[in-house]
């Protein structure tokens, strides 16, 4: 089994920044992919950012040149730096990670979850 721990959610003004961080722990042999997704409230969760252990990178088009995903491949770590946050980035962001169970095949984790609220 995985582990999945968020941190750094926070209530910030509109234009402000804030960093999330993930650390994965437990049953791993090889994370192929880390990445963060959100959920506002009455809408589903949506993909922010995602990072591959090769760094291959991919954005939601709503946080295209705001929001940057880092990893620590060897630590198994993500981190999300969001800068000038808009009111609509408000919601629960979930960290997520990608792990080899076979040729072809992978398992999905999720962590409990971060709460970002962005005033306007």
């Known amino acids: 089994q995985v582990q999945l721990v968020e941190s750094g959610g926070d209530l910030v003004q509109a234009g402000g920044s804030l960093m999330l961080s993930c650390a994965a722990s437990?049953?791993?042999?090889?994370?192929?992919?880390m990445g963060w997704y959100r959920q506002a409230p009455g809408k589903q969760r949506e993909l922010v950012a995602t990072?591959?252990?090769?760094?291959?990178?991919t954005y939601a088009n709503s946080v295209k040149g705001r929001f940057t995903i880092s990893r620590d491949n060897a630590a198994n770590t993500a981190t999300l730096q969001m800068n000038s946050l808009k009111p609509e980035d408000t919601g629960v962001y979930y960290c997520?990670?990608?792990?080899?169970?076979?040729?072809?095949?992978?398992?999905?984790?999720w962590g409990r979850g971060t709460q970002v609220t962005v005033s306007s």
């Open positions: 437990g049953s791993i042999f090889h994370i192929v992919a």
């Open positions: 990072k591959t252990s090769g760094g291959n990178t």
């Open positions: 997520n990670a990608r792990v080899d169970s076979a040729y072809d095949a992978w398992d999905d984790y």
